[in-house]
């Protein structure tokens, strides 16, 4: 799993190295994935999924950990190989 932003502002905003690597990519609302199929257009992306979490919330908020972590969990099958 990796992180990655689509603002400029973003510690490590998303590459076509991260593209390259994802199976799937996770967003919070649907503005982001406008916006990351605005920055690699015209190239084939993983599957884009929002996690229909409004981006209202400050750093690291504890409600926003937790909207993240339960939004992921749903989309991300454990691995039986574990």
């Known amino acids: 799993m990796r992180s990655a932003g689509v603002s400029e502002k973003s510690p490590h905003q998303i590459s ?3 593209v390259n690597w994802a199976d799937l990519i996770l967003v919070m609302e649907n503005e982001h994935k406008s916006r990351i199929q605005g920055l690699f257009t015209g190239r084939r992306l993983p599957e884009i999924r929002s996690l229909e979490i409004p981006d ?27």
Do not use: Q
Not at 57 to 81: A, C, Q, T
């Open 16 to 18: 076509n190295a991260d």
């Open 56 to 82: 209202k919330y400050e750093y690291m908020d504890e409600e926003l950990i937790e909207l993240i972590r339960s939004g992921v969990e749903y989309h991300i099958k454990p691995s039986s190989n574990l």
